[in-house]
């Protein structure tokens, strides 16, 4: 379940990103209330902020009941087993707290040996 949130909106359409940054660009509001009516089964809105929070309230029972969680990783230090993810979206917050297990991705230039490195 992808937590973004242009990601999710283009999982539940079965679509694929427009930009790597911007994933959902290629959407209007009236193409992601159809989206969440027909996924969340709410009645539809052109209130941007109303189907933010039924995105939340949607994705939050996916986090209080998932059993992983799978992130990446700004960086690594394996002296301490510590991985540090820098992120300004409750999403990367969310999915390595909640779950029983957190999986962590990330590339080998990314392991440090120790944290004075």
């Known amino acids: 379940m992808?937590?973004?949130l242009g990601e999710y909106i283009l999982q539940l359409r079965g679509d694929h990103p427009s930009?790597?940054?911007?994933p959902a660009?290629?959407?209007?509001?009236?193409?992601?209330s159809e989206a969440?009516?027909?996924?969340?089964?709410?009645?539809?809105?052109?209130?941007?902020?109303t189907?933010?929070?039924e995105a939340r309230e949607a994705l939050r029972e996916k986090f209080v009941v998932?059993?992983?969680?799978?992130?990446?990783?700004?960086?690594?230090?394996?002296?301490?087993g510590s991985t540090i993810i820098v992120t300004n979206e409750g999403n990367?917050?969310?999915?390595?707290?909640?779950?029983?297990t957190h999986i962590v991705?990330?590339?080998?230039?990314?392991?440090?040996?120790?944290w004075k490195t």
């Open 66 to 80: 998932a059993d992983v969680g799978i992130t990446g990783a700004n960086f690594c230090v394996a002296e301490t």
């Open 92 to 100: 990367g917050d969310l999915t390595q707290t909640l779950p029983k």
């Open 19 to 22: 930009h790597i940054i911007a």
């Open 25 to 32: 660009i290629h959407l209007n509001l009236e193409d992601v």
């Open 105 to 114: 991705i990330t590339s080998i230039e990314r392991l440090y040996r120790h």
């Open 51 to 53: 189907l933010m929070q």
């Open 36 to 49: 969440f009516h027909e996924h969340h089964h709410k009645p539809k809105s052109d209130d941007p902020v």
């Open 2 to 4: 992808e937590t973004d």
